[in-house]
């Protein structure tokens, strides 16, 4: 069976959890409550089927490492990228889901004190998710 599937389709989940939240604080900034509720949970469900398909990606390779080939300065951006990126994605996990634990349960305080952050570290990763796959395939 193929895997080629898996990283594009990656990437581009990435980039719709990107476009959402985007999308997402434009629709709080004009104070549309409910198209914000919708989009952050569309994001949301980006995210985790972009994880869902990660794993699976290298549960089939059977933990298959993917190896960078480029060399000099695109090299260090490219380890750069991906230090940061990696355990940012594993340390916003908890705080989405407090977020929405907070915004679903109108507590709105303790939504926007996480969210601050939380909304440009996610799109980041986010977005660096899109730069890893574009170094790794097209570049």
């Known amino acids: 069976m193929?895997?080629?599937?898996?990283p594009p389709l990656n990437a581009s989940l990435n980039a719709t959890?990107?476009?959402?939240?985007?999308l997402g604080?434009?629709?709080?900034?004009?104070n549309r409550r409910q198209a914000h509720k919708k989009l952050m949970i569309a994001a949301f469900f980006a995210?985790?089927?972009f994880l869902i398909s990660y794993v699976?990606?290298?549960?089939?390779?059977?933990?298959?490492?993917?190896r960078y080939e480029?060399?000099?300065?695109?090299?260090?951006?490219?380890?750069?990228?991906?230090g940061t990126h990696t355990p940012l994605a594993v340390l916003i996990v908890?705080?989405?889901l407090l977020a929405l634990r907070h915004g679903l349960r109108g507590e709105f305080d303790k939504h926007v004190r996480i969210t601050r952050w939380l909304l440009p570290t996610w799109?980041?990763?986010?977005?660096?998710?899109?730069?890893?796959?574009?170094?790794?395939?097209v570049l």
């Open 2 to 6: 193929s895997l080629e599937f898996f």
């Open 56 to 66: 699976s990606y290298h549960f089939l390779r059977h933990g298959m490492v993917t």
């Open 94 to 96: 908890p705080f989405i």
């Open 123 to 137: 799109l980041y990763v986010s977005v660096t998710g899109v730069v890893i796959y574009l170094m790794l395939y």
């Open 47 to 49: 995210s985790v089927v």
């Open 70 to 82: 480029g060399e000099g300065v695109s090299r260090i951006i490219y380890f750069f990228v991906l």
């Open 17 to 22: 959890a990107g476009v959402f939240l985007c």
């Open 25 to 30: 604080w434009v629709a709080i900034r004009q």
